[in-house]
């Protein structure tokens, strides 16, 4: 319902801005005093015209060139009338048509440019986009196809989703908070801030970086951010910026390297586990009513009959991987666990 009033309004700004409004007043004013004047034209002559209700009947059929044949002038002035009003119809209401086609036109072009505020709540803002943010699209689109995405660049010229309605473009510079309230940073779930390595100096993109970061934490203290650090040593301004997770690319990339040389079995291991486009996937979940007071081992025991892999447990902010055998489960507890497809928990 709030959509559709937020349509109906940008359409009445549109019909404001481009003066059709004032098209429409003109053209049914004209179209009013012809029928005026073929009425009293024609009452005394047409047997079909008994009231200005059929005179205006007329007149609007006429103007828009439909012609039902219900009413027709007799008169020489009558038949005149109906010529001037069908010739000057058609270019009334053509060009009110293409008007409102234009407004249309214009609003996709403008979405599609990144020009249109984003209307979505509770989803996912993703600010730079490179080879990194397209795979993190893509991933989050095979995750779940309705889920709704904010991309905001100042580089591209386009949305590289045009057809996807659930992905939204916002053209501007992230740092600036009118910019992250464009995207509706305010009301998003996720922020995933990836750094821009256009620039030359690694503290510059940091510092680029930890800049958006307070941006948002200004406008959005509750959103969970996720950030992308080029130089370790840079961390700590990012925490100081409250954000949630940080991962530091190069880090990962060499320690996932490093594990396959070792380990040749573990690269292809760790290709299936991070991807949801083939195999099995890591996913988080609320541990079930049911399933608390056991122990760890007993937990990883039941999980084992569903063929579902326990591997850890999140608690009070940090994660526990394969924590001591007979810890108990809490209820604020969230299991970590490595499964074909993502499980759908019934407590009992």
């Known amino acids: 319902m709030l959509n559709l009033l937020t349509f109906f309004k940008k359409l009445h700004i549109s019909l404001v801005s481009s003066k059709l409004y004032k098209s429409l007043f003109i053209a049914i004013l ?10 009293f034209c024609e009452k005394n002559h047409n047997e079909k015209i008994s009231s200005l209700n059929d005179a205006f009947w007329w007149g609007f059929v006429t103007s828009t060139t439909v012609g039902y044949g219900d009413i ?9 009338i109906a010529i001037l009003l069908m010739l000057i119809g058609i270019g009334i209401f053509g060009f009110i ?11 996709k072009l403008k979405k599609g440019m990144g020009l249109v505020d984003v209307i979505f709540k509770k989803h996912i803002v993703i600010i730079g986009w490179n080879f990194r943010s397209k795979s993190i699209i ?14 905001i660049d100042n580089k591209l010229e386009q949305n ?18 009118k910019t992250l309230s464009r995207a509706n940073i305010q009301q998003a779930k996720i922020g995933i801030i990836l750094a821009d390595k256009d620039i030359n100096e690694e503290d510059m993109i940091d510092g680029r970086s930890v800049l958006i970061a307070l941006a948002i934490d200004r406008i959005n ?24 997770d940080i991962l530091i ?4 990339e060499s320690k996932i390297l490093v594990r396959s040389v070792l380990y040749k079995g573990v690269s292809k291991a760790i290709k299936e586990l991070i991807t949801n486009s083939y195999g099995n996937e890591f996913y988080q979940s609320k541990l079930p009513s049911k399933y ?22 999140y608690r009070d902010s940090n994660t526990y991987l394969n924590p001591s055998k007979n810890i108990l489960m809490d209820p604020m507890d969230e299991i970590i666990y490595i499964s074909e497809n993502e499980f759908k928990f019934k407590n009992e």
């Open 292 to 313: 608390v007071g056991l122990s760890y081992k007993q937990l990883a025991i039941e999980l084992m009959e569903k063929n579902i892999t326990l591997v850890g447990i």
């Open 30 to 39: 004209f179209i009013v005093i012809c029928s005026l004047i073929f009425y």
């Open 72 to 80: 027709y002038p007799v008169t020489p002035t009558g038949r005149s």
């Open 138 to 151: 893509e991933e989050l689109i095979n995750e779940n196809k309705n889920i709704k995405i904010a991309l």
């Open 249 to 252: 690319s190069s880090e990962i």
């Open 97 to 107: 048509t293409a008007s409102f086609a234009s407004i249309f036109v214009e609003e």
């Open 160 to 177: 590289p989703y045009p057809n996807n309605e659930n992905i939204s473009y916002i053209k501007g510079d992230p740092t600036n908070e």
């Open 221 to 244: 203290p509750d959103i969970y951010l996720v950030a992308e650090v080029i130089n370790n040593s840079n961390i700590i301004h990012f925490k100081r910026a409250n954000v949630n």
